[in-house]
Nanobody, 122 residues
Framework: QVQLQESGPGLVKPSQTLSLTCAVS??????????WSWVRQLPGKGEEWMSA???????YYSPSFKRRASISWDTSKNKFTLELRSVTPEDTAVYYC??????????????WGQGTQVTVSS
């Protein structure tokens, strides 16, 4: 069974770049017809899909993040990474990685990590 584990800095200063990594075990990130997503949940709000990679490494971005986010992978380490530039306190959230058959990961359908809290504060 595939497992996903997020890692991140925990605390980031405003204007810095946030870098998040999702380590995948029990399955290959190049496995056919799977998408690998980043989703966040702001305090007191619903989940917000940010970006995904498909099984060939093609990136997809929500319009809300297209200018600030970059998604990539390291197939040799079976992990993928999201960078979010110019963060503000409004980027404080729990960040999740997920695997799904759809570009936009669906809670309760695909496989999700436990999430990592990121706080943006000076």
């Amino acid at each position: 069974q595939v497992q996903l584990q997020e890692s991140g800095p925990g605390l980031v200063k405003p204007s810095q770049t946030l870098s998040l990594t999702c380590a995948v075990s029990g399955g290959s990130i190049t496995e056919n017809r799977f998408y690998w997503s980043w989703v966040r949940q702001l305090p007191g709000k619903g989940e917000e899909w940010m970006s995904a990679l498909d099984w060939r490494g093609n990136p997809y971005y929500s319009p809300s993040f297209k200018r600030r986010a970059s998604i990539s992978w390291d197939t040799s380490k079976n992990k993928f990474t999201l960078e979010l530039r110019s963060v503000t306190p409004e980027d404080t959230a729990v960040y999740y990685c997920a695997r799904d058959r759809e570009v936009v990961a669906r809670r309760g359908v695909g496989s999700w990590g436990q999430g990592t809290q990121v706080t943006v504060s000076s």
